[in-house]
């Protein structure tokens, strides 16, 4: 986005306030040796802003800048920005930055005629040349309103004040109060300073407090026209810029496994893309925070790092709840790869929350990130006003490859009233949306669930169960009984009656089989017996045959025998024989 | 810079009720005439009994930080106690008198 815009103006120089998000959306931050307004109402900011872009300029951009004060005196102003880590003793004596406290009381003072505010210019200008100063801050110059009685001449001169400034070449911020009405300024300095002109606000909506910010006015270049929250934090100053209109983050094709294994089969075997969003909703108690926890475990476990925003439990709550389902988050914590951030989602708006993320996002560098719950986040919020707000986390996290894992509580407790209802139309944005739902049946209310969508890949379009047990999370195939899906007790009823008529038809079997046995044995026996039978029968023939054989030849011997007794009359027996 | 005021009529050693301490920038006409103004009205009125210091801030800008000036001319009536400041030409006696707190002397 910087670079684009740069491009479309490249004449303009630019300073870069080196102020989180702000040079993004002005596109490389405030116009070069120019003033601009910084205004908005009392504690908004204003002073935090002009000081932080004092302090980076110095330290970061080598420009040494001034900061003239008409409000607090230096010691305060000192204590003050030290809660941002700003040392302003040390940049003094380092002569990076100047620091004027210019005070007016209205009662010192006798008008006598004729003067100017030389004095101001000399007093400046001996700052800006003590350091050799390139930025000044004047903050808020408005309060010369109340000390000097005569408006004109205090007009006339902060006109000639700021054009001087501009001759010198100083990139400025003028701080002034938000006016009444439709007025910018209390006292209509944007009059004077009309290049750049940011607001700065503060609105308390539902009793919580969300700052933003807008540039109102930016001479010869584009800007971002939106508001943009912001946050002042531990450090400094943090502006909020939507970028997601632009659309153009790069894709990873890599794939990351979600810690489910079954899970991960339905996600085309290989679980979802890196730096992909994904939605976890479900009714209360379906399990979204555990599916969370472990996606963040699991990559713990494989040595990335994690964050873990928490809207509903504390660090300790979650720990322990998820040490009970066999999820380990203690180990990865104390190794530093992962960090817990519990906070009521009434600490602050919305945008603030997010802010606070964003800084955590970009000091902690995590690959990935769960928020547990986004509905908590939005509970204060219209639907209309937490959209944009939820586009730009997700679509900043998306822009840092890191994976995010968001869970949503619906509305509806059963599973008839449609979950699709209270999603805060976010599911558009999500690459996965994983729908977990009770379903109550024969008095027992168990978990399912099913890939709503996954974007870039095949996905089962099958609705498993979703056990939680003491050994960790795990899916099992539903069954379908009639047109219901069958869970928990009511599927293990259905897999034991399964189970019964399969054996029982199993021993039915067994029983035709042995039964064609002990027929087949009988056969056999039969068939045995008339073996022997027939055995003994041809042993019988045997016999005979022998028995004849034995007794003709005892015959024929005796015949023979007989016949060589008698005297050879053997054509006799041989007559005799072929009767036979 | 300081140029020493014109002292009439006073003691050695005594130092002047009035301590005054004129803040101009450069030699300009208006802070000449701003000089002139209020070195008439003391002359006037405190004959002796005050003294000017001029201080030109082009010359020596660190010390407009110390008076808090902002305005030129400016005069800090630094004694007696307290302090107070008259801003512009001087032009207007009476509110000069006014500023400096000094009954006029009717002549």
Known sequence: ??????????????????????????????????????????????TMLAMEFLVRGATQFGEPGVFMMFEENAAELTANVRSLGFDLDKLAAEKKIALDYVHIERSEFEETGEYDLEGLFIRLGHAIDSIGAKRVVLDTVEALFAGLPNHAVLRAELRRLFRWLKDRG??????GERGEGSAITRYGLEEYVADCVIILDQRIQEQISTRRLRVLKYRGTAHGMNEYPFLIGAHGFSVLPITSLQLDHEVSVQRVPTGVARLDEMLGGKGIFRGSSVLVSGSPGTGKSSIAAKFIESACARGERAL???????????????RSIGIDLATPIKKGLLEIHSSRPTLQGLEQHLVMMHDLVRTFHPTVVAVDPISNLTMAHDDAEAKPTLMRLIDFLKKEQITGIYTSLTSGGDATSAPEDSQLYVSSLMDTWLLLRNVEFTGECNRTIFVRKSRGMAHSNQVREFVVSDTGIDLVDVYLGGDRVLTGSARVAREAQERAVSTLRGEDHQRKLRQLASRRKAIEAQIAALQAEAEAESEEVHFVIAQETLQEKTTHQNTSAMAQQRGGATGTNGQMKQRR | MSVP????????????????????????????????????????????QYCIE??????????????????????????????????????????????LDVQPINA
């Open chain 2, 5 to 48: 005021a014109p002292r009439t009529a006073r003691k050695a050693g005594d130092p002047p009720a009035f301590q005054l301490r004129l803040y101009v920038a450069g030699q300009t006409a208006k802070s000449l005439d701003a000089f002139a103004n209020l070195k008439r009205i003391c002359e006037t009125h405190l004959a002796g």
């Open chain 2, 54 to 99: 001029v201080i030109d801030l082009t010359k020596t800008p660190q010390l407009a930080a110390g008076d808090q000036i902002l305005a030129v001319p400016t005069v800090v009536r630094r004694l007696p106690e307290p302090i107070k400041k008259i801003i512009g030409d001087f032009s207007n006696e009476e509110r000069v008198l006014v500023g």
């Open chain 1, 1 to 46: 986005m910087k670079k684009k815009l740069t491009e479309i103006a490249p004449t303009l120089s630019k300073a870069p306030t080196g102020i989180a998000g702000l040079d993004e959306i002005t596109g490389g931050g405030l116009p070069a040796g120019r003033p601009s307004l910084v205004c908005g109402n009392a504690g908004c900011g204003k």
């Open chain 1, 170 to 175: 100083m990139t400025a911020i003028i701080t």
């Open chain 1, 308 to 322: 873990f925003f928490a809207y509903e439990e504390s660090k300790a709550q979650i720990v322990r709840n998820m």
